[in-house]
């Protein structure tokens, strides 16, 4: 099946009044597919949710961050001033400053950080955008390596190539376009399948390798990954 399908009904006194279609792949530890629905080998953007990936590429490139850092660098944050305290840390133990971040600036993800920091007279800024923590990952990862920090955006720079490398093995599938995420960096399509083994790989990462390393920080630390609640 090429397009996605009805998943869900909505039925009010016994009349369906919507449908939301979808697409919908389980797999097993090994990694076969143990319920397919619609489009789960078209390619798709997985957006944030590669994140984790991402964060696998850099520690494969060899970056050294506590934990924390690890799951705020995989992490869409909601923006709270502890989220924003990190991000400064991280960029000042590489010799960054926030002006160094090129991800669009924005309001935090979080209703009541944005609505905390509207009242408190700031606007839109590169620290507050969800993707910040990755962007702070991705700088201290050029620094720790010697690479450059203007251009580590370009999917040319050896950051992004690592990155582009590390989605391929973990997918088990080539990457079908190259485009531009919200935030700037380089934005992958793979199949939804291709994501879920993916996302499978790094869950059941060996121990001491650095998928597992990125696992084990977004568990141990859901206050960063996200945000409060």
């Known amino acids: ?68 850092d690890v799951a705020l660098g995989a992490a869409s944050h909601s923006g709270e001033d502890g989220h924003l305290e990190r991000v400064r840390e991280v960029l000042e133990r590489h010799g960054l400053t926030e002006d160094d971040l090129q991800c669009p600036p924005d309001w935090p993800l979080g209703t009541a950080a944005r609505d905390a920091r509207a009242t408190a007279g700031f606007g839109k800024q590169r620290i507050t955008m969800n993707c910040s923590g990755k962007h702070a990952a991705m700088l201290a990862t050029c620094v720790q390596r010697g690479w ?61 390798t650095p998928d597992a390393l990125v696992a084990r920080a977004i568990r141990a630390h859901p206050e960063h990954t996200a945000g409060t609640g």
Do not use: W
């Open 1 to 68: 099946m090429n397009e996605p399908v009805p998943l869900v009904e909505l039925v009010r006194s016994g009349l369906r009044e919507g449908v939301h279609h979808g697409s919908v792949v389980v797999l097993d530890a090994d990694g076969s597919v143990l319920r397919a629905l619609g489009a789960v080998d078209v390619p798709m953007y997985p957006r944030s949710s590669l994140k984790p990936a991402q964060a696998a590429g850099m520690l494969r490139a060899g970056v050294e961050l506590p934990e924390p």
């Open 148 to 208: 450059s920090t203007e251009d580590y955006l370009s999917p040319k720079h050896p950051l992004q190539q690592v990155i582009q490398d590390t989605v391929v093995e973990l997918a088990d599938e080539p990457i079908a376009v190259t485009s531009v995420d919200g935030c700037g960096a380089p934005l992958f399509a793979l199949s939804l399948r291709g994501l879920a083994t993916a996302i499978g790989r790094i869950a059941a990462a060996p121990d001491g």
